[in-house]
């Protein structure tokens, strides 16, 4: 396994494939793609698993953390998260959020995110905003 910045067009294609299946690839694209760092599992010079990660002045944002369905449950969103969580760490960064589908909190809260109180629906999807603060970082 190995973790490495992805190319854009990659990116759009995985986010597409899991997240989108029934919309085009412009229905992907986040308006703010091109100012953030792209980072993906590899498994045999392929990415299998995706996160789009975001800089606002001390804090993360990271969003569209996508995994091939026939590669999920293998620990690659998770490797992606430690390797979030260990940057933030190493960049002394005070926040690091996403805005979690509601089905997936489980997955995040493994990781010490927390809910808002902050919640909205799109796309017929409801979301929550969840964080996890500088000083609740800890290596995962």
């Not at 229905?27 to 793609?33: S, T």
């Not at 995706?50 to 998770?78: C, N, P, W």
Request: with cysteine; hydrophobic share 40%; proline share 1%.
């Amino acid at each position: 396994m190995i973790i490495s910045e992805v190319l854009y067009d990659d990116v759009l294609a995985l986010r597409q494939r899991v997240m989108y299946p029934d919309k085009d690839i412009d229905f992907v694209k986040l308006d703010d793609d091109d100012r953030g760092l792209h980072i993906g599992v590899f498994e045999n010079g392929e990415p299998v698993s995706v996160m789009s990660i975001f800089l606002h002045g001390r804090e993360v944002q990271f969003r569209k953390l996508a995994t091939l369905g026939d590669m999920q449950g293998r620990g690659y969103a998770s490797a992606l998260m430690k390797w979030l969580i260990e940057y933030a760490t190493d960049m002394q960064f005070d926040r690091l959020w996403c805005n979690a589908r509601v089905d997936a909190c489980g997955f995040y809260e493994k990781f010490g995110y927390k809910k808002t109180r902050e919640s909205f629906s799109k796309n017929g999807i409801d979301y929550v905003i969840m964080e996890r603060r500088f000083g609740d970082i800890k290596s995962a």
